[in-house]
């Protein structure tokens, strides 16, 4: 029984499925609200569609180790609702070939995206679709990650062994279940061992404070903090990061520390960022979403000079955090029924992780939108219904082989300003940002381009 909803609650609405015991009826809970409308949501109000059914204790699953890797290779995947390990065996195969050609980091969440509730009643665990997703991580060659969100519906004021799916994204655990929270952590670390990288939560979920206007940081780092001590009591060796907050922004000025051509950062994002970082236990890394796009005007100025806005988020982390270990769990640079092809999107995806490679990013995941069934999947790793390469999933794979973590940055000029590029001692790659077929020097080579294309070459031997 795995509730649907696979997509990202504040750029993409999720559909979560409600399932009653022995019942065949199948209710879409239409119209879960996008993200601002998350923040005025009812914390208390459950329904409790899905009844947790008792079965045998299943033993954890035996995983391969990660591969061992040179460099933190930076980029990778979150699975969401769709993924390959439900898929028929042939498309599945052909999945793990695209993501583990080149092994990347691949996500998952405790509950929801793809995997059912962990703990329906208090100390009674079903972590079998999670065991399913983790293997197929295992299977494909994925560095583990883990994103410990959301919670069962008895930490949020609902009832034992009752799942109501359509509050999933908008309730944060109560502060009396805290602790509860941190132990099913500690059990999914244990379940997991070869998981050792670990974000606390998702965007905040719950934890926005409508009588003050502003995120309860407060609340969400005394959470943080229980959960992180447990996690270090499993295995010392285990990396934490939060605080996962959406750092949205808006094209008018308003009052705010950070700034640009791409707009204005919401300032209450930034204090619940400086307020984590002064009052968390610990951390190994700090972690953070958003979008290129601005609340009021979509990209500013342009589609391509709207990604600067996450190179100089990066830089404000950075020197906030003394220099911590910046992940990115989520970005998006495309507006709503923007009408892109295939090629502009992938361009404009290009550019963006050309600006987290230049500020000095550790770790970018990019939020599969992959579909049930076959048809178009705008941005998908690998076709529906087929398990072949997209360009996007091509993309990842060329900068998590070129562009590892701390990879050295070479200065390689354009004739033509349109053309962007980004390379290091062995590699270029290249990005015509323009509709049109663009012709310049790069790095000494004549190139022509055709309309949004992207090309590599290599540099020196090797």
């Given amino acids: 029984m795995i509730p649907t909803d696979g997509r990202h609650a504040r750029r993409r609405p999720p559909w979560p499925l409600a399932l009653g015991a ?19 949501g009812s914390r208390d109000e459950f329904k409790g569609g899905e009844v947790a059914e008792i079965g045998p204790t299943q033993p954890a699953p035996t995983l391969e180790q990660p591969p061992a890797l040179e460099a933190w290779p930076r980029w990778g995947v979150t699975h969401t609702q769709y993924s390959a390990d439900t898929a028929p065996r042939e498309i599945a195969d052909q999945a793990e070939g695209v993501l583990g050609r080149v092994p990347m980091l691949q996500n998952q969440h405790i509950m929801g995206w793809g995997v059912g509730n962990p703990e329906p009643r208090p100390g009674q665990y079903n972590l079998n679709d999670l065991d399913r997703r983790m293997k197929f991580i295992s299977s494909s060659r994925g560095i583990p990650v883990i994103t410990l969100c959301c919670a069962p519906d008895w930490m949020k004021g609902g009832q034992p062994g009752r799942t109501d799916w359509s509050k999933n994204h908008t309730v944060a655990p109560k502060r009396e279940h805290f602790d509860d929270y941190a ?39 005394q959470m943080y903090n229980k959960v992180y001590a447990a996690l270090k009591q499993v295995d010392d060796d285990i990396q934490v990061g939060g605080p996962y907050v959406p750092i ?36 190994d890394f700090i972690v953070v979403d958003g979008a290129s796009m601005t609340n009021d005007k979509g990209n500013v100025p342009d589609e391509f000079a709207a990604q600067a806005k996450f190179g100089a988020i990066t830089t404000w982390l950075r020197e906030k955090s003394n220099d911590m270990p910046v992940w990115w769990a989520e970005w998006y640079v495309e507006p709503e029924n923007s009408g892109w092809s295939e090629d502009k999107r992938t361009a404009v995806q290009a550019t963006a992780l050309m600006e987290f490679a230049r500020s000095g990013v550790t770790s970018a995941l990019y939020w599969n939108p992959q579909v049930k069934g076959q048809g178009t999947c705008a941005g998908c790793l690998w076709t529906p219904g087929g398990g072949e390469d997209t360009p996007m999933a091509g993309l990842l794979s060329g900068f998590t082989r070129w562009f590892p973590a701390g990879v050295r940055l070479q200065q390689v000029g354009s004739s033509d300003e349109r053309i962007k590029v980004l390379a290091q001692e062995r590699q270029v790659v290249m990005v015509n940002t323009a509709d049109a077929d663009v012709t310049a020097t790069v790095d000494g080579k004549q190139v022509t381009f055709k309309p949004y294309e992207i090309k590599w070459d290599g540099r020196g031997q090797g």
Wanted: charged share 20%.
């Fill in 22 to 40: 022995g019942i065949l009826a199948i209710v879409l809970v239409t119209g879960i609200m996008i993200y601002a409308a998350v923040r005025t």
């Fill in 183 to 221: 132990k099913l952590a500690a059990k999914v670390a244990k379940q997991y061992p070869t998981v050792k990288h670990f974000m606390v939560w998702n965007e905040f979920k719950g934890f926005w404070d409508p009588t003050t206007n502003r995120w309860d940081a407060e609340g969400y780092t």
């Fill in 248 to 283: 949205e922004s808006n094209a008018r000025t308003s009052a705010s520390e950070l700034s640009g051509p791409w707009g204005t950062i919401d300032q209450r994002a930034l204090d619940a960022i400086e307020y984590w970082i002064q009052n968390k236990k610990g951390a």
